[in-house]
């Protein structure tokens, strides 16, 4: 089964949670805080294997968690770092926010990787929260909370060469005529179900009838994709070959193959660059070869004066071939050549080139409050959710110290002015509480 589209849950690692330790020793009556900071927890990362083809890993299983970090301990031991979670994808895979749909990378070279989902930072031991005045605290943080997210994986195939056309045009019988590839093969309509690839000989010998003399010192092997057909409306979600419409994207060069036996071939053709261009404009300035199918056929023979002339009006290169019985195949493999750029940029990466979304932190921002549909009162911000996260708030010392940030920051004002009660809920992040004026108390 091809599969090349998934959403799959990503949830990296929580971070360690920092100790609350004091040295004891022999000795040494009134030992300072030696506790250790938690490890950051494991991430999870995707990366390129050219071994791959497909998002079949994926099929059954779509939770993905890397392992947490380990906590600190005391004589300022930190707790192990959790190990990063690494998920292989194929070329050509876009990274998607599943619920902004925002990119967040686009990887197509081996070994290109991407985050997914970040790593919680470990928290700090209370080693680092003694002071002058305070020589003794029992403050540490709790670990931050992993990253955790849907994300949704596209497969764009990278092929050189990409055949488009309505269904029963002829692509698979013409993708096997040129390659080793052995697609199924019948006279009806959506025979191919699933893109297929193969790799083209381009020095192989010519067709019956065919004196090209080109080929003999190619060593190019572009590789060919055939696209499921396309019909009208595919564009808009129409037919079997919507999905697969965005497998031409990375191509270099389009083949796009028409039914010279059908009623109107120049319909056919008409139908398939409408779709292009309403899927993405930019297919149509790809190079772009015309095969005129079935051209064995009295029909198709009596079409192709017309449609030859129409396509030496548009500028478009157009061949004649019957891709069944090998005629003109030595022709259409000299036209292509022609259009495929030289070997060394064959073997680099097709345009566009992959793409890592790098995004900085914003500074801090502001501390918003707002209602939830139940009557709480929400408080948003990046800083004082993370701080929420990290606080243990059963330690009363720990409880204060997220009091007087609450009140710098200007969310315990905001929060009267919103008109809050004591006993009332206050949610943070994932953290809920309850307001009781100062100090606040963790709901359970």
Do not use: C
């Given at each position: ?213 080109r080929g003999a010192a190619d060593e190019r092997r572009p590789t060919i994709a ?184 200007g969310a315990d004002a905001e929060l009267r002015r919103a008109g809050i009660q ?23």
């Amino acid at each position: 089964m091809f599969l090349d589209q998934v959403k799959i849950w990503l949830r990296a690692g929580d971070g360690g949670a920092g100790a609350s330790t004091f040295r004891r020793e022999a000795h040494v009556p009134r030992g300072g805080p030696d506790g250790g900071d938690g490890g950051r927890g494991g991430s999870i990362r995707l990366r390129v294997d050219p071994g791959q083809t497909t998002l079949r890993d994926f099929r059954y299983k779509h939770h993905f968690r890397a392992a947490p970090g380990g906590r600190g301990e005391r004589a300022r031991r930190h707790g192990k770092a959790g190990e990063d979670l690494v998920l292989d994808v194929p070329p050509g895979t876009a990274v998607f926010d599943d619920a902004t749909g925002e990119l967040l990378a686009d990887l197509v070279a081996t070994g290109q990787m991407a985050l997914g989902a970040r790593g919680g930072r470990g928290g700090l031991g209370n080693t680092h929260f003694a002071t002058s005045t305070h020589q003794a605290p029992k403050h540490a943080q709790k670990g931050e909370p992993g990253e955790e997210r849907w994300v949704r994986l596209e497969l764009r195939l990278i092929a050189d060469i990409g055949l488009v056309g309505l269904p029963n045009a002829g692509k698979s019988t013409l993708l096997a005529a040129v390659t080793a590839a052995r697609p199924k093969i019948a006279d009806y309509p959506f025979t191919t179900l699933e893109p297929n690839l193969g790799v083209m000989d381009l020095e192989a010998g010519n067709g019956a009838g065919d004196a090209s003399g080109r080929g003999a010192a190619d060593e190019r092997r572009p590789t060919i994709a055939d696209v499921p057909g396309l019909i009208e409306g595919a564009s808009s979600g129409a037919g079997l070959g919507h999905a697969f419409l965005r497998h031409v994207e990375r191509t270099r060069v389009l083949v796009h193959v028409v039914d010279g036996s059908d009623r109107d071939p120049e319909w056919d053709f008409d139908v398939i660059r409408g779709e292009l261009r309403a899927h993405d404009p930019a297919l149509l300035d790809k190079p772009t070869l015309v095969a005129f199918n079935k051209i064995d056929l009295p029909s198709a023979a009596e079409a192709w004066p017309a449609f030859r002339k129409a396509r030496a009006n548009d500028g478009i290169p157009v061949v004649a071939i019957a891709a069944a019985t090998g005629e003109g195949i030595g022709r259409f493999r000299t036209a292509l050549a022609e259009l495929l750029p030289p070997a060394e940029e064959l073997g680099a990466a097709p345009a566009p080139a992959g793409v890592v979304v790098h995004r900085i932190d914003a500074a801090p921002d502001r501390v918003s409050v707002s209602r939830d549909a139940d009557g709480a009162f929400r408080v948003a911000g990046r800083r004082i959710e993370r701080l929420a996260a990290q606080t243990d708030f059963e330690i009363e010392e720990s409880a204060e110290r997220f009091q007087r940030y609450l009140e710098r920051s200007g969310a315990d004002a905001e929060l009267r002015r919103a008109g809050i009660q004591p006993g009332d809920s206050v949610r943070i992040g994932s953290v809920e509480l309850e307001w009781e004026g100062e100090p606040w108390a963790a709901r359970r």
